[in-house]
C-alpha cells in the first residue's frame, strides 16, 4: 500500500540517520509504526513540517518531508507549503496523528478532496481552555473546532486505551474506534543498569528518595501540583529529590516557586534529556509522577516507559491513565490537581521498601508484554488498514 502519515511534530534526522528528540509520545509511536510499515513492504511517506524557515526532504528509508515554517502559534507551525504541496501526492490511505496542528487538518481535508480513506489515531484531547498569549488561547479554540471535524471525518478512529474513549471526542463515535496501544523500545542496555550505576552516571547521591518527573513543563501535565505536593513531602522526609526533566513554559515558574519555597536542596531541574540517557533517569528514581490535571492523557507513554524500567508509577485518573497504571498493582493512581492526596501516596511508597520492590517486579512484567512490542502494534493497525481500504 501507498501510505502517507500526516504528523507536525515527526522527529528530524540526524546524520546517523537516528532522530535528534522526540516531542511527546505521538511522535515515538508515529515514527516506529512509519518504520515497522516500511519493513512489511509498504511504500510510506511522511507529512511534516519543521521549524526552520526552509523546508527540505530525507529517507530513514521512507521518504519524508520536511515543509518549512514561517513561525508558530499554540504549538502549531504555520507553513504554507504543508498546507498546499501534500495534495500533489497520491496515497491508497493515509494515517492522521492528531491532535498535531496544522498537518492532522491538511491530512483531513486532503481526506475529503481526494477521496482518500483515513485513519487517525487520536492521541490526546486538545487543551482544555489554553494559556499564554491571547492569540495562543484563540488559536486553541479555533482549533478545538478543527479537531471535532477531523474526527467526524475519519474512517476509523484509533484510541490508545479503552477508558481514553468515553472521556474524549471519541464517545459520539464509538462504532468507528478500535483500541491500539502505544509501544515502547526496551533496550537492555541501559534497562537493564542497576540503579546505583544509573545514580553514579547523573550524580545523584545512592541513599536519597528519587521522585521522577519526566514531561514536557506545561499546564496540563501537573507538574505545579507536583510541586506543592512536594512542599509536603520534604516536612516529612527531608532528604527526598525530586528531579524535573523536560521543558516548556512553566520552567521559569517552577523554578521560581522552588527558590521562594526553600527547595533548592530537594528539586532539580534536569532540561531536555535525550533519548539514550532517558532510561537512566528511570533506573535512578524509586518512583515516578505525572501528575497530569486533564482529560487530554490518553495514554501516558513516559508511564509504561517507567514501568518498563522497573519504578513504580503515580499517575492521576484522568483519560485512560488507569488503563496503563494498575492502581495498587504496578503504581496507585490518584485525584487530579489534588496535592495532598498525591503528598500522601509518594510518602507512602517511599517510606515503604517492601512495596516499592513489590510495585517494581508487578511494572517490569506488564510493560514487557507482547501487546506493548512494536511488531503485534503493526499488525494491529496494518488490519486496520485492510479493513479499511477494503470498504472503499
Not at 530513514?60 to 504555520?78: E, I, Q, R
Not at 550505576?197 to 528519587?210: A, E, T
Request: overall charge negative.
Amino acid at each position: 500500500m501507498n501510505i502517507g502519515y500526516f504528523f507536525t511534530s515527526f522527529p528530524e534526522i540526524n546524520a546517523s540517520g537516528e532522530p535528534n528528540r522526540f516531542v511527546g509520545g505521538a511522535a515515538v509511536v508515529a515514527y516506529n509504526l512509519a518504520h515497522e510499515m516500511d519493513r512489511r513492504g509498504h511504500n510510506i511517506e511522511v507529512l511534516t513540517t519543521t521549524e526552520a524557515k526552509r523546508g527540505y526532504n530525507c529517507s530513514v528509508p521512507f521518504d519524508v518531508y520536511y515543509y518549512g515554517s514561517l513561525g508558530s502559534v499554540a504549538n502549531a507551525n504555520l507553513s504554507y507549503s504543508g498546507a498546499l504541496l501534500p495534495f500533489f501526492h497520491r496515497y491508497d490511505i493515509i494515517h492522521i496523528h492528531a491532535p498535531s496542528p496544522p498537518m492532522d487538518i491538511v491530512g483531513s481535508v486532503y481526506s475529503r478532496v481526494h477521496g482518500t480513506p483515513s485513519v487517525v489515531t487520536y492521541h490526546a484531547e486538545p487543551e482544555a481552555t489554553g494559556y499564554g498569549s491571547p492569540a495562543r488561547r484563540a488559536g486553541v479554540h479555533l482549533y478545538k473546532r478543527a479537531v471535532r471535524s477531523i474526527v467526524r471525518s475519519a474512517d476509523v478512529l484509533v484510541s490508545p486505551t479503552e477508558k481514553f474513549i468515553n472521556s474524549s471526542l471519541l464517545a459520539s463515535h464509538r462504532q468507528k474506534v478500535r483500541v491500539v496501544p502505544n509501544g515502547i523500545d526496551i533496550d537492555p542496555s541501559t534497562t537493564g543498569c542497576v540503579p546505583e550505576k544509573s545514580r553514579r552516571i547523573l550524580n545523584i547521591d545512592p541513599d536519597r528518595p528519587v521522585i521522577l518527573y519526566l514531561n514536557a513543563l506545561v499546564p496540563q501535565k501537573g507538574p505545579d501540583v507536583l510541586l506543592r505536593a512536594m512542599e509536603d513531602i520534604v516536612s516529612h522526609m527531608p532528604e527526598t529529590l525530586l528531579v524535573v526533566a523536560g521543558d516548556g513554559p512553566l520552567r521559569s515558574d517552577l523554578q521560581s516557586h522552588v527558590a521562594a519555597n526553600g527547595l533548592h536542596d530537594n528539586v532539580r531541574f534536569e532540561g531536555f534529556v535525550d533519548e539514550k540517557i532517558k532510561p537512566h533517569y528511570y533506573n535512578a528514581a524509586d518512583l515516578f509522577v505525572l501528575p497530569s490535571v486533564e482529560n487530554h492523557e490518553s495514554f501516558g507513554l513516559t508511564n509504561l516507559e517507567a514501568m518498563a524500567n522497573g519504578t513504580p508509577v503515580i499517575g492521576t485518573d484522568v483519560g485512560g491513565v488507569s488503563d496503563v497504571v494498575a492502581d495498587g498493582q504496578t503504581g496507585y493512581v490518584v485525584a487530579p490537581a489534588d496535592k495532598d492526596a498525591l503528598a500522601d501516596q509518594i510518602r507512602s511508597v517511599l517510606s515503604d521498601q517492601t512495596e516499592i520492590a513489590r510495585l517494581s517486579d508487578a511494572a517490569w512484567a506488564v510493560a514487557r508484554a507482547p501487546k506493548y512490542e512494536w511488531s503485534t502494534i503493526a499488525d494491529r493497525v496494518e488490519n486496520i488498514y485492510q479493513e479499511v481500504c477494503k470498504r472503499t
